[in-house]
């Protein structure tokens, strides 16, 4: 963890897509050493890099609004952060908030991204208001406290703005939240600094973008990314989790199997209510209903001659009913169910004649 450049200055995110091979590269460090990286494809110990499979960074953004202790740890030691400046100390004392700092940047497999870019991210904006203390320290006590005091100020309010696109959107306790792209995008618009670097690999000419001290920036970057490939980052109707699908013909639900089966649960009591709306419904429902009342009693061998005849009327009712709506003239209306009562009657005493 030691290799987590504090040093910087800019904290800046890299990305890099490749849909044809459902893999993304995500970058984080200096603008020029992410540059250099996408450049070389050597990385160095002053970024860092992770590989992975294309769309991760929804299960990232998902992952924070799960684990809520992880901003609450986050904020608390900006805030520690902020009084240790405040008091105009140096490296050491603060070292160890980075320490804490240092135990939540992921390196394992889990790594979330997103996470780490936040950590980083803080410490680049610390260590900007650490330079500035340490060229005021000729300073007299009452200058240098008055220094002080204005950049841990300052320091506080960049973290607001850095964390601004994590606020959850609603603050119920009991029920998640999870971004919103469209609502995020558009409340939260980025004015940063945005390198392209075109590179020039054996596949041919290759695309790498570089959002400066901007989640939102990068954000909008990877959408956009994303949208080339005809790829979209959505909320799931049931659980509101981010999910990539194909943009044009997307589910509605997320991948997991509760999502899927309550929406398929919405489906099926949505149809039945609109077939109920539907009144040549009822007129058929009543005739079905009592023709199968008529097999009661019957033997299998009788039920099977009955069933032969009394599918075969179902089906020419049914492909009656297909082309009637609310809206079919009332004589239609009137015909289908003169068509229901003759067949019905046909049946009843046809169910005699197979008992007999
Ligand atoms: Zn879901």
Same mark, same amino acid.
């Given at each position: ?116 870019? @936040?950590?980083?991210?803080?410490? &680049? =904006?610390?260590?900007?208001? !650490? /330079? $500035?203390?340490?060229?005021?320290? +000729?300073?007299?006590?009452?200058? @240098?406290?008055?220094?002080?005091? &204005? =950049?841990?100020?300052?320091? !506080? /309010? $960049?973290?607001?703005?850095?964390? +601004? ?192």
């Amino acid at each position: 963890m030691d290799r987590i450049f504090f040093e910087n200055t800019t904290a800046a995110i890299g990305i890099y897509t490749d849909p044809v091979n459902n893999h993304e590269t995500i970058v984080l460090g200096e603008p020029e050493e992410i540059r250099q990286f996408f450049r070389n494809n050597t990385p160095t110990d002053r970024i860092y890099v992770c590989d992975r499979h294309l769309g991760m960074i929804a299960d990232d953004l998902n992952r924070i609004s799960d684990n809520r202790k992880f901003m609450t740890m986050l904020t608390d030691t900006v805030n520690d952060m902020a009084a240790v400046l405040k008091e105009a100390q140096g490296k050491e004392a603060v070292a160890p908030c980075f320490e804490k700092l240092g135990n939540i940047f992921t390196e394992s497999i889990q790594r979330n991204m997103i996470q780490n870019y @936040l950590i980083y991210s803080v410490s &680049a =904006l610390y260590n900007t208001k !650490l /330079a $500035e203390l340490n060229s005021s320290v +000729k300073l007299t006590k009452k200058a @240098l406290y008055k220094v002080s005091d &204005a =950049l841990s100020t300052q320091f !506080l /309010a $960049e973290y607001d703005e850095l964390i +601004k696109p994590f606020i959850l959107l609603q603050e119920d306790d009991k029920k998640r939240s999870y971004w919103s792209i469209k609502e995020q995008i558009e409340q939260n618009e980025c004015d940063s600094v945005i390198h392209i670097v075109r590179s020039h690999k054996a596949k041919g000419w290759q695309t790498f973008y570089i959002a400066e001290e901007s989640f939102t920036a990068f954000m909008s970057l990877y959408i956009e990314q994303l949208s080339q490939a005809n790829l979209m980052i959505r909320n799931c109707d049931i659980c509101g989790k981010l999910y990539v699908c194909k943009k044009n013909r997307y589910a509605t639900v997320c991948g997991d199997n509760e999502c899927k089966s309550k929406q398929h649960t919405i489906i099926n009591v949505r149809s039945r209510k609109k077939a109920m709306a539907n009144p040549f419904y009822a007129v058929y429902a009543k005739f079905s209903s009592r023709c199968s009342n008529y097999r009661r009693k019957m033997t299998p061998e009788q039920r099977k001659k009955y069933d032969v005849r009394f599918s075969a009327r179902k089906k020419e009712l049914l492909a009656f009913k297909k082309n009637l709506t609310e809206t079919s003239p009332y004589s239609k209306m009137k015909a289908f169910q003169a068509m229901c009562d003759e067949y019905e009657l046909e049946l009843r005493e046809y169910s005699d004649v197979v008992r007999e």
